[in-house]
C-alpha cells in the first residue's frame, strides 16, 4: 500500500514570495489533514478535510494560508505571502475515516523562508 | 482547549534495557484518546500505541505500553528491551470523543545507544 506522498520536499523562498505544497493521501482515505511543525515543537493542525468538505480550520492564518481538496482526492496548500515565521516542516496526513484513527503521515515538506 | 505537556526534551537509555517516557495532559472532558507517535530522523511520524480514555486496562503492543492514569492525567509510554531503531522523537498526543484534532506534546528526544 503506497503511503501519503508529498511534494516538494524542501522549499526555500523569500519573505513575501508565494508557495504551494502538495499532498496525495492513502486511497480510499477520506480525512485529510495539515499539520505545521516547527522546529523543536509538536505538530500543529492547520485544517482538516473530510472528503472534499472543510471540518476544521480554526489554527489556518486565513489572511495568508489556504488550503483546497479537490475532489476529495489531492490538496493543496498555499501561503501567500510568507513569513519568517513560516519556516516549519509542513505535514501532511490522511485516516480512513473522520474519529479517532490512527492518522498516517508523509514525509512532510520542509520549509525555510529568508 | 486541550493541552498537552511532555517534560522530558531528552532521554537516553541504554541497548535492551527499559525507558518510560511521561505525558500529561489537561481536559475537561470525560472520553477521549491518546496516542503515543514515533517520529524517527526521516520524519515520517508513525503510531505506536493509542489508549481510550473509558478503557481503564492499559494498551499493550509488543516492547511498547502504556501507563494511563486517568485522575492524575498521566500517560506514560515505557518502551522494553530498547532496540536502536527506537531512536526518535516522541509525541504523546490527544483527541476529543469524536476524534477530532489531534494536539501534540513538544515531543521528547530518545536515544538509544549500544
Known amino acids: 500500500e503506497a503511503g501519503v506522498a508529498q511534494s516538494p520536499r524542501y522549499k526555500i523562498i523569500e519573505k513575501r514570495q508565494s508557495v504551494a505544497f502538495w499532498c496525495n493521501p492513502i486511497s480510499g482515505h477520506a480525512t485529510l489533514y495539515w499539520y505545521q511543525q516547527i522546529l523543536g515543537q509538536g505538530p500543529k493542525l492547520l485544517i482538516q478535510f473530510q472528503n472534499n468538505g472543510v471540518v476544521d480550520d480554526s489554527q489556518l492564518p486565513k489572511d495568508r494560508f489556504s488550503a483546497e481538496r479537490l475532489k476529495g482526492v489531492d490538496s493543496t496548500l498555499k501561503i501567500q505571502p510568507a513569513k519568517l515565521e513560516d519556516s516549519a516542516v509542513y505535514l501532511c496526513a490522511s485516516s480512513l475515516l473522520r474519529g479517532p484513527y490512527e492518522q498516517y503521515f508523509g514525509p512532510g515538506t520542509r520549509l525555510t523562508v529568508t | ?114
Open chain 2, 1 to 114: 482547549a486541550q493541552t498537552v505537556t511532555q517534560s522530558q526534551p531528552e532521554m537516553s537509555v541504554q541497548e535492551a534495557e527499559t525507558v518510560t517516557l511521561s505525558c500529561t495532559y489537561d481536559t475537561s472532558e470525560s472520553n477521549y484518546y491518546l496516542f503515543w507517535y514515533k517520529q524517527p530522523p526521516s520524519r515520517q511520524m508513525i503510531l505506536v500505541i493509542r489508549q481510550e480514555a473509558y478503557k481503564q486496562q492499559n494498551a499493550t503492543e509488543n516492547r511498547f505500553s502504556v501507563n494511563f492514569q486517568k485522575a492524575a492525567k498521566s500517560f506514560s509510554l515505557k518502551i522494553s528491551d530498547s532496540q536502536l531503531g527506537d531512536t526518535a522523537m516522541y509525541f504523546c498526543a490527544f483527541s476529543d470523543n469524536a476524534g477530532n484534532m489531534l494536539t501534540f506534546g513538544g515531543g521528547t528526544r530518545l536515544m538509544v545507544k549500544p
